[in-house]
C-alpha cells in the first residue's frame, strides 16, 4: 500500500465548477499535510497547508483534514483554465525532528475546460 | 523573494559518466532535499541534508551521493550514470517546519 494516494486522473472539470481533489495517508501519526500545485514544465509550488481536523479556507481553495478517516481534500471552487494543473498532496509525518520529509502522492491532473 | 536555483534545466550524458547537479538557495535553511519525479509515480526522496556536512538517506538512495559543504549549497551525484537514472531532479530547501520551496529542476538524459 502505498504511503499517500491520491484519487486516480486525469478530473476533468467545467469552468466554474468545484473540483475536488483527493488524498489518503497511511501513518497514522502524520502531523502536517499540503496541496501542492505543479505547473506542466514547472516546479511545485505550495498552495494550501492545514494541521488540525476541519476546513482551512484560502480564497477559491478550502482543504479539509479528517485524521479520524486519514484522509485530506483539495476543493477548488469557481474553477479556472488557469487552475489546469498537477496538484500534489504531501504529508509529513511526526518524527520528533525539525527537518522531517515529506511524503508525496503520484499527482492528480486536473484540467478545467471553458 | 525566496530562491532555490539548480544549476541546469536539461542535461545529456553517457551512461558510466559521473554527474553532478548542484542545487543553491539563497534563505539560511537548515533542510535541503533532493527528490527524483516520475510519471506515475510521483516525487521520491533520494537524499536529504539537515546541516552542514549531515546527510541523510531518502526512499531511493542507491545509486546516488550528495554533498553539502556549505549550508546554500546541496550538490547531488550520480557516481556511474545508467539510462533508468533519466529522470527529472528537483531540490527544495526548507526551514523546519516552514514551507518547502522547489528549485526549476533539472531534466537529465542519460543515454
Known amino acids: 500500500q502505498k504511503e499517500v494516494e491520491q484519487n486516480s486522473g486525469p478530473l476533468s472539470v467545467p469552468e466554474g465548477a468545484i473540483a475536488s481533489l483527493n488524498c489518503t495517508y497511511s501513518?497514522?501519526?502524520?502531523?502536517?499535510f499540503f496541496w501542492y500545485r505543479q505547473y506542466s514544465g514547472k516546479s511545485p509550488e505550495l498552495i494550501m497547508s492545514?494541521?488540525?481536523?476541519g476546513d482551512k479556507e484560502d480564497g477559491r481553495f478550502t482543504a479539509q483534514l479528517n485524521k479520524a478517516s486519514q484522509y485530506v481534500s483539495l476543493l477548488i471552487r469557481d474553477s479556472q483554465p488557469s487552475d489546469s494543473a498537477t496538484y500534489l498532496c504531501?504529508?509529513?509525518?511526526?518524527?520528533?525532528?525539525?527537518?522531517?520529509?515529506?511524503?508525496f502522492g503520484q499527482g492528480t491532473i486536473l484540467t478545467v475546460h471553458p | 523573494d525566496v530562491k532555490v536555483t539548480q544549476s541546469s534545466r536539461y542535461l545529456v550524458k553517457r551512461t558510466g559518466e559521473k554527474v553532478f547537479l548542484e542545487c543553491v538557495q539563497d534563505?539560511?535553511?537548515?533542510?535541503m532535499f533532493w527528490y527524483r519525479q516520475d510519471p506515475g509515480l510521483g516525487l521520491r526522496l533520494i537524499y536529504f541534508?539537515?546541516?552542514?556536512?549531515?546527510?541523510e538517506k531518502g526512499d531511493i538512495p542507491e545509486g546516488y551521493s550528495v554533498s553539502r559543504e556549505k549550508k546554500e549549497r546541496f550538490s547531488l551525484i550520480l557516481e556511474s550514470a545508467s539510462t533508468n537514472q533519466t529522470s527529472m531532479y528537483l531540490c527544495?530547501?526548507?526551514?523546519?517546519?516552514?514551507?518547502?520551496?522547489f528549485g526549476p529542476g533539472t531534466r537529465l538524459l542519460v543515454l
Open positions: 534563505m539560511d535553511h537548515e533542510n
Open positions: 501513518d497514522r501519526v502524520s502531523q502536517s
Open positions: 504531501a504529508v509529513k509525518s511526526r518524527d520528533g525532528t525539525s527537518y522531517g520529509k515529506l511524503t
Open positions: 541534508s539537515y546541516d552542514v556536512k549531515m546527510k
Open positions: 527544495a530547501s526548507r526551514e523546519g517546519q516552514e514551507t518547502q520551496y
Open positions: 492545514i494541521y488540525s481536523n
